[in-house]
């Protein structure tokens, strides 16, 4: 019995360290990068290789990993999909695993790091 116990209480330990380690971010908005023609110009006569136009994406559960974007942007790899946090997301490096929950609008949408 007193085996058993200890046995539940161990698993309730590990299940819950689990839960609580998983970081949850809330996104605050979603872009496409949109590559632009050789010789295109800002309105200064700078060069202009890409911009960055909001997009939304179908809802759902994506799993995804993340790189680090320009500026406050994070790339989501082998797509022309970049996010913005609502907080400070921190250094992603060159390969953030986690699941992307898209809502019905940005404001339910986040981003949950997935530990390995």
């Known amino acids: ?3 058993k116990l200890l046995l539940v209480s161990l698993i309730f330990i590990a299940t819950s360290f ?3 380690s ?3 971010e809330s996104i605050d908005e979603i872009y496409s990068k949109i590559e632009l023609e ?3 110009l800002d309105s200064e006569g700078n060069s202009l290789d890409f911009l960055f136009k909001k997009t939304s994406l179908k809802q759902g559960r994506y799993e995804i990993e993340l790189t680090d974007g320009p500026g406050d942007l994070y790339e989501v790899k082998n797509s022309k999909i970049f996010l913005k946090f609502r907080g400070y997301h921190g250094y992603a490096g060159y390969n ?7 809502g019905s ?3 339910s949408s986040k981003f949950i790091k997935i530990e390995d």
Do not use: H, P, R
Request: no cysteine; net charge negative; charged share 20%.
């Open 1 to 3: 019995m007193i085996m």
């Open 18 to 20: 689990f839960v609580f």
């Open 22 to 24: 998983l970081e949850e």
């Open 38 to 40: 050789s010789g295109t």
């Open 96 to 102: 953030e695993k986690g699941i992307l929950i898209i």
């Open 105 to 107: 609008n940005n404001y």
